[in-house]
């Protein structure tokens, strides 16, 4: 029993040099000793910035005296919080070799010389940090240069949906990941995003027929030049047992923190058991199928990333969702999502064909729209926005106050812009001050849910990928509102749910963010639609 599972647990590494790179006390601090060659920039976040939720840091970096590349190892770009010395300050590895457009002004043979890691800020405690990246040369070795920013964490409410993966995208809605006879097998599903303190849970369904399927949560997971870091959290549904792993260096084996241990919370193989955990500073709970059953305090490792693998046979994965921590009842990544959809095809079905409160095809000039950000107006029966370049927005407003509805409007982006946003702000305040936005990010396929008030944006459902966006073609965005319910709807799916009871009716906006693009970034928005919803749910 023991060696099978010390077999599973020793899949860590492989889990941590899929899922990422982070802190470790192995690591080398940089030292002070900086080169001019060595070029290193931080493009994102900016100074001063304020953030909340999901975040790139990214930037670019190269030798001067390199002919082609980088001439830096870029397998050691690190990014470090606050106290740049301290190894177990290292916040992760970014990923270089990335595009930089930034870079390629200095010539084309630095244009893949960007590098980028993702930070999830909401997991991290609010308030002001510093980042600060380092890197080192290969061309001269032990020649290094920094990088750092000040930025300030805004906090965020409990339970929020940090991350979610629900797999729509492959066959069946699940990973399947297949070890083979002689090792272990990751997922290459994890995202390049770092978490603090958490709740995150994922479903995972051996076959019945293979006894030594044990599937693998990993959270908290590091990599470096020097070592690995990370947990790993293992269930045996045929054995009935679960363990929990610290891998510590790469030298070092796995120390079981949590022994092979009998539960009855694990259901048998060929069933769905859902694998999750808390991470609160040092103290971690461990959940099987909504059921405590571990608790401890690991002081080791205090972030890093995600993965999920199988050790024997094959195992399928649904529904991963990473939550900032609150009361475990109340947290839908310790009890998986729903049996029923946010909004069942019923509920939709009836919405959608509900007594039309406001329609605007936009050919009537003076349909009610007020541009009230950059640069706007309708358009051959198309309502047109532009936003500047480099970080700006567009945004219009329609006066009309509503509270309940169902609404929809088709939007898109005439040209390919891959950091842009399309929006839809509903129970908004006249100019757009304060209320609810719905922000698309077609390219990528995240969506996310933000509240605005008091000049403060809080995110409520944090950046999340959906294969109902449609990323190069126009998208229809809705939103489903009754009192605190607001179920989010793109292309006719609903694809979240969530409450929040600060603004009970508001204006409907539209908008567009350019995000990183230097030029000017478009959208057209047709068909609007808004419509009353039935006296019951």
């Not at 964490?153 to 399947?176: K, Q």
């Not at 120390?255 to 500073?281: F, K």
Request: charged content about 15%; some cysteine.
């Amino acid at each position: 029993m023991r060696g099978t599972v010390l077999r599973v647990l020793g899949m860590g590494a492989a889990l941590v040099a899929v899922a990422g790179r982070f802190p470790t006390a192995a690591a080398a601090g940089p030292p002070a000793q900086l080169d001019d060659a060595v070029v290193v920039m931080l493009t994102s976040p900016q100074p001063g910035a304020h953030l909340q939720g999901r975040v790139v840091i990214a930037g670019y970096a190269f030798d001067r005296r390199s002919p082609a590349g980088s001439g830096l190892n870029e397998n050691d770009i690190q990014v470090h919080l606050d106290d740049q010395d301290a190894p177990s300050q290292l916040l992760g590895i970014a990923l270089g070799g990335q595009r930089s457009a930034e870079a390629a002004a200095y010539g084309d043979q630095y244009g893949q010389t960007g590098f980028a890691l993702g930070w999830q800020t909401c997991t991290f405690a609010p308030g002001p940090h510093r980042l600060t990246v380092w890197v080192s040369s290969l061309v001269a070795p032990g020649a290094r240069n920094m990088a750092s920013v000040e930025v300030y964490l805004d906090s965020c409410a409990e339970g929020l949906v940090a991350y979610r993966d629900d797999f729509d995208d492959r066959p069946d809605a699940v990973d399947t990941v297949r070890a083979t006879a002689s090792a272990a097998a990751v997922s290459t599903r994890p995202p390049n995003l770092v978490f603090g303190d958490f709740a995150a849970g994922i479903d995972a369904r051996c076959a019945a027929d293979t006894p030594d399927c044990t599937p693998v949560l990993a959270f908290r997971s590091t990599e470096t030049l020097q070592s690995f870091a990370g947990l790993t959290f293992a269930a045996s549904p045929s054995r009935g047992t679960f363990a929990l792993g610290l891998k510590s260096g790469a030298a070092q084996p796995m120390e079981l923190l949590i022994p092979p241990t009998p539960t009855t919370a694990l259901r048998a193989s060929g069933e769905w058991n859902r694998l999750a955990v808390i991470a609160q500073g040092d103290w971690l709970r461990l959940y099987l199928n909504g059921e405590q059953v571990a608790e401890l305090h690991e002081p080791r490792v205090l972030w890093g990333k995600l993965g999920w693998g199988v050790a024997g046979g094959a195992a399928e994965f649904a529904h991963l969702i990473v939550e900032t921590p609150g009361p475990p009842y109340a947290l839908t990544a310790l009890s998986g999502p729903p049996a029923a959809p946010p909004l069942g095809a019923e509920a939709l079905r009836t919405a959608t064909q509900g007594p039309v409160l406001f329609r605007d095809d936009f050919t009537d000039p003076g349909s009610g729209w007020q541009v009230v950000l950059g640069e706007g107006g309708y358009t051959n029966g198309t309502y047109r926005l532009v936003a500047p370049g480099s970080g700006g927005a567009a945004g219009a407003v329609l006066p009309q106050r509503y509270g309940d509805f169902y609404a929809e409007v088709t939007a898109g982006l005439p040209t390919a812009s891959p950091g842009a946003s399309l929006i839809f702000g509903f129970r908004m305040a006249p100019e757009a001050t304060a209320g609810y936005t719905l922000i698309v990010l077609p390219a990528q396929r995240l969506f996310g849910v933000s509240r605005v008030s008091g000049g403060q944006a809080t995110v409520l459902y944090d950046a999340a990928y959906s294969a109902a966006i449609a990323p190069g073609a126009p998208n229809r965005l809705g939103i489903w509102a009754r009192g605190a319910d607001l179920v989010v709807v793109l292309n006719g799916q609903p694809v979240a749910q969530l409450r929040d009871e600060t603004f009970a009716e508001g204006a409907l906006a539209l908008g567009v963010g350019a995000g990183a693009s230097a030029a000017p970034v478009e959208a057209r928005f047709t068909d609007l639609v808004v419509r009353e919803l039935p006296t019951s749910p």
